[in-house]
């Protein structure tokens, strides 16, 4: 496997034991259905959060979050759309990012909660 890789699955990882110990209900992770892909699914008493988790190795230039486009930001809210009727889901949602900076097993997490909204379309005539 390579590093990269491995580097993003163990910040998966720990973005899920922060989750946990912070109380979160952890529903899915690395969740697909055809072409949609959510990193973490959870829950808390009264929403349904969707975790979108970037991973860096330490000293990288980049912030995780910055990984974070409008173009996956509208990857991330239909994915969401199609959790939410698979699993016929009667809650809010909230969308997350999780940024994991460093190596296993030391890292850095900064949660940051409704880390965006889905846009809201409105019509006009």
């Not at 809010?92 to 909204?117: C, K, M, Q, T, W």
Request: glycine residues 4%; charged residues 25%; contains cysteine.
């Amino acid at each position: 496997m390579a590093e990269h890789n491995q580097l993003g699955q163990d910040g998966e990882s720990a973005a899920v034991a922060y989750l946990k110990e912070k109380g979160y209900e952890i529903l899915h992770t690395n969740w697909r259905k055809g072409y949609c892909e959510l990193d973490i699914v959870a829950k808390t008493e009264d929403e349904l959060v969707i975790v979108e988790v970037k991973t860096r190795s330490a000293g990288s230039m980049t912030n995780p979050e910055d990984a974070v486009t409008n173009s996956k930001i509208r990857n991330i809210i239909s994915a969401a759309d199609v959790y939410i009727q698979s699993f016929d889901i009667d809650l809010p949602a909230r969308f997350d990012i999780i940024s994991v900076i460093g190596n296993s097993p030391l890292f850095e997490i900064d949660h940051i909660e409704d880390a965006f909204y889905p846009p809201v379309n409105i019509r006009r005539r």
